[in-house]
């Protein structure tokens, strides 16, 4: 267990709707992870935060957001979804968010139909 | 930006084998380099990482090597066991920024 957690573990819903992904951080970790992981396909980076503030941004749709709360957990959320949505979406957490180990969750499988 | 390859996408060894995986990087300010197994169902698990002021890192039966000149770094598995079955991923980032994650390879301990 990573001490990351993620909610919910799996979510079928249709194409056009909105859905929210919700991570906790390890305890005492800042820095917070979004990857989308597509059927056969590697890891994509999606965004980073870091107590609060946007960090890094990677190839994240302008359909999906993401924000870090002053408790640290995150949530990401995705909109007016498209079949192609449908994937794992992981969240990571490190404590500084720079140069040290990051921890995954277990991840949402999310399909969209 | 960072560009990360990685050879081979499958590999299968005979248990007790070693198994080396190879992984390039493009980007020379990317300083810190994890590798992660994931089995199925789950979440990647960090194995092992280096850092770029460390050419080699051993923790049992993993190993990693990084070579800065040549931007590469290379997972080394000795005696293989059917547990060390899953895909593994390297990945490259700039003080932990923006972690980009190589294809994975997908690795087969035969019993």
């Known amino acids: 267990d990573s001490g990351v957690t993620q909610t919910p573990k799996h979510l079928i819903t249709a194409t056009g709707q909105r859905v929210t992904l919700r991570c906790s951080p390890r305890s005492g970790d800042l820095s917070v992870y979004w990857y989308q992981q597509s059927l056969d396909q590697g890891l994509q980076f999606l965004i980073q935060?870091?107590?609060?503030?946007?960090?890094a941004k990677g190839n994240i749709l302008e359909r999906f957001s993401a924000q870090q709360f002053p408790d640290l957990h995150s949530e990401l959320n995705l909109s007016s979804l498209e079949l192609g949505d449908s994937a794992l979406y992981f969240c990571?957490?490190?404590?500084?968010?720079?140069?040290?180990?990051?921890?995954f969750g277990q991840g949402t499988r999310l399909t969209v139909v | 930006g960072e560009n990360v390859e990685q050879h081979p996408s499958t590999l299968s060894v005979q248990e007790g084998d070693s198994a080396v995986i190879k992984c390039t990087y493009s980007?020379?300010?990317?300083?810190?380099f994890p590798w992660y197994k994931q089995e199925l169902g789950k979440g990647p698990q960090l194995i092992i990482d280096i850092r770029s002021n460390v050419g080699e890192k051993k923790d049992q039966r993993i190993a990693v090597t990084l070579n800065k000149t040549a931007k590469h770094f290379s997972l080394h598995i000795t005696e293989t066991q059917p547990e060390d079955s899953a895909v593994y991923f390297c990945?490259?980032?700039?003080?932990?920024?923006?972690?980009?994650f190589g294809p994975g390879t997908r690795l087969s301990v035969l019993p």
């Open positions: 980007d020379s300010a990317s300083n810190y």
């Open positions: 990945a490259a980032s700039n003080y932990g920024q923006n972690f980009v």
């Open positions: 935060y870091y107590n609060g503030e946007e960090r």
């Open positions: 990571a957490s490190s404590v500084d968010g720079e140069d040290t180990e990051a921890f």
